[in-house]
């Protein structure tokens, strides 16, 4: 692998055979914490061998298929490390995902999941601006039921007083949302804190 370009990767490795495709990469930070947790930092096997080759990673952990190039066959990663440490942002974004996540996906009026849309708890008809602490994540029948009227006259009551979180708090809060898919290799990475068995 050593010496080979970028062409040559491009042209042995990212082919993409239908059986290799769903072998995704958990991704960690150089700390070994993964760069995001909601959605998880995930990497398309094509990308982790990428970096592997152009030596920006570490194998951590490897599924039992491999991949093949004229010369040269490989393990595919299923949990790499980042050589060099990556900055998160200390800034969270004010994004319909971000509030969603702040508000874990359920209605901050009666605590619905699903159908979710957001609404202005001082409305824009009263002044009300769009901001981390006026807007909240509204069922559909919550947000109809409200429409532009105060909390006191439409006798609604918010779960939680809105603000902006942090972006460790943010950063946490995806934790307890797993994808559907979790390889088993994934799961030391994802919830250092949890207990361990004896």
């Known amino acids: 692998m050593q010496g080979a370009t970028e062409a040559e990767f491009r042209t042995h490795f990212v082919r993409e055979p239908g059986a290799l495709k769903d072998h995704p990469a958990l991704v960690l930070n150089a700390d070994y914490r993964p760069l995001s947790y909601y959605p998880l930092s995930l990497w398309p096997w094509q990308e982790a061998v990428k970096a592997v080759w152009l030596d920006r990673v570490q194998i951590v952990a490897e599924y039992d298929a491999f991949v093949h190039s004229p010369s040269t066959q490989i393990r595919i990663p299923s949990v790499v ?5 990556v900055k998160p942002q200390k800034r969270v974004a004010f994004t319909r995902f971000n509030l969603f996540l702040r508000d874990e996906f ?23 601006i769009t901001s981390w602490e006026n807007v909240v994540a509204a069922c559909s029948r919550c947000n109809l039921k409200k429409g532009s009227k105060s909390l006191r006259q439409s006798g609604m009551a918010l779960r939680k007083t809105p603000r902006q979180p942090g972006a460790e708090e943010l950063r946490n809060m995806g934790r307890k949302f797993p994808p559907n898919h979790l390889h088993e290799s994934w799961l030391d990475f994802l919830y250092w804190d949890a207990e361990l068995e004896a």
């Not at 490390?81 to 440490?85: C, I, T």
């Open 81 to 85: 490390v980042l050589k060099d440490y």
């Open 106 to 128: 359920s209605c901050q009026y009666c605590g619905a999941r699903g159908d979710l849309t957001f609404d202005h708890v001082v409305p824009r008809a009263s002044g009300g």
